[in-house]
């Protein structure tokens, strides 16, 4: 069982920056982030996949190069640093986590879900 608490959602203009943290009570070997806008289907962020090797990160097309994952392992929390905010990036944004690797980016392949942080971002 892995429990995830989201925070760092805010009020924030086009442009700036954001960081959300996500505290997970346990290991998990995928953790990601999904967002969801009103009247629109959750859809995937990034995610990060913890391998021996080094984490892996991935990233949605419409985030990639404005957005940022990190985890600090020993706080066994992750971070999505959001940057050049902008409107269309509005959504209450999710963690999600899973005992197994996963490489998709279907929300229904994560076991595990916070509650959600709101980001709105203003023109």
């Known amino acids: 069982q892995v429990r995830l608490v989201e925070s760092g959602g805010g009020l924030v203009q086009a442009g700036g920056s954001l960081r959300l943290s996500c505290e997970a009570s346990?290991?998990?070997?995928?953790m990601g982030w999904f967002r969801q806008a009103p009247g629109k289907e959750r859809e995937f962020v990034g995610r990060?996949?913890?391998?021996?090797?080094?984490?892996?990160?991935q990233y949605a097309d419409s985030v990639k190069g404005r957005f940022f994952l990190s985890k600090d392992n020993a706080k066994n929390t992750m971070y999505l640093q959001m940057n050049s905010l902008k409107p269309e990036d509005t959504a209450v944004y999710y963690c999600?986590?899973?005992?197994?690797?996963?490489?998709?980016?279907?929300?229904?392949?994560?076991?595990?879900w916070g509650q959600g942080t709101q980001v709105t971002v203003s023109s």
């Open positions: 999600a986590a899973d005992n197994s690797i996963v490489t998709s980016n279907l929300a229904s392949d994560y076991d595990y």
């Open positions: 346990g290991r998990a070997v995928s």
């Open positions: 990060i996949i913890r391998r021996w090797s080094g984490d892996i990160t």
